[in-house]
């Protein structure tokens, strides 16, 4: 059986994640493939738990390791007991935010060094990487504009301007240290140019070009 692909989708809030990875899903199965879409924090029951405590309560401060630390162990459980087996199962797995998310906020937003991320990932999922991770980018402003009327902000959502301008950058040089795996896409332009975009890249991933 072979193994199915697995994508990562990332960006700010309000870039369009949720909204491309249906066309993403679509087109994957438009191919003929069996998909599992999965979500970050989350993904498993147990990953659900985790992701309340990180989003939801207001009542301690978090410290900024323990943030990164429930990331990580709810990525744990979303790796060992439902992407890894997707995948070996030959189902393709498409993820709403993965370990460039840890980086991009925990590091690039909170100021962890990217070194002590990258060590827990190794620790966390190995080579476990995406196939293909689609970096969705657009200014801060106008990710807060597009997520702005939707529901009440999360812990994270809170944070101001600048924390996302630091989040955005770091995505920014992830995708370009590893132009293999990290495919920048412009969102800002009309929702049919972004879906046209989306829909080459799961062809390439295919082999149906
Ligand atoms: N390319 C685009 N042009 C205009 N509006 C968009 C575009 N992509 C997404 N949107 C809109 O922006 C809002 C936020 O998108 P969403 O997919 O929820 O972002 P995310 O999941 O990244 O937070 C939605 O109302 C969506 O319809
Ligand atoms: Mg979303």
Redesign the pocket.
């Known amino acids: 059986m072979e193994r199915g692909k697995f994508i990562s989708v990332e ?1 700010i ?8 990875i249906e066309v993403l899903v679509r087109r994957i199965e438009a191919a003929g493939y069996e998909v599992l879409t999965t979500h970050e924090p989350g993904g498993t029951p147990y990953a659900k738990d985790i992701r309340d405590i990180l989003l939801n309560r207001s009542d301690e401060p978090v410290p900024e390791i323990a943030e990164l630390l429930l990331m990580f162990a709810a990525r744990s459980f979303n790796v060992n007991n439902a992407i890894v087996p997707a995948l070996e199962a030959g189902t393709w797995v498409v993820c ?1 935010r993965f370990t460039d998310s840890s980086r991009a906020y925990q590091g690039g937003g909170r100021g962890i060094p990217l070194e002590i991320i990258d060590s827990i990932a190794g620790w966390v999922h190995g080579d476990a990487w995406p196939d293909l991770t689609i970096l ?1 980018d657009a200014p801060v402003e106008i990710g807060m504009a ?2 702005g009327t ?1 529901s009440e902000p999360d812990r994270i959502e809170q944070e101001r301007h600048d924390f996302f301008q630091r989040v955005r950058e770091c995505y920014l040089q992830i995708a370009a240290r590893e132009p293999g795996r990290v495919v920048v896409i412009d ?5 049919g140019e ?1 879906r046209a975009d989306i829909a080459a890249l799961v062809d390439r991933l295919t082999g149906n070009v």
Do not use: F, I
Request: hydrophobic share 25%; aromatic share 0%.
């Open positions: 960006g809030e309000g870039v369009g994640k949720s909204t491309n709403d969705l597009r997520a939707r969102t800002t332009r009309p929702l972004v």
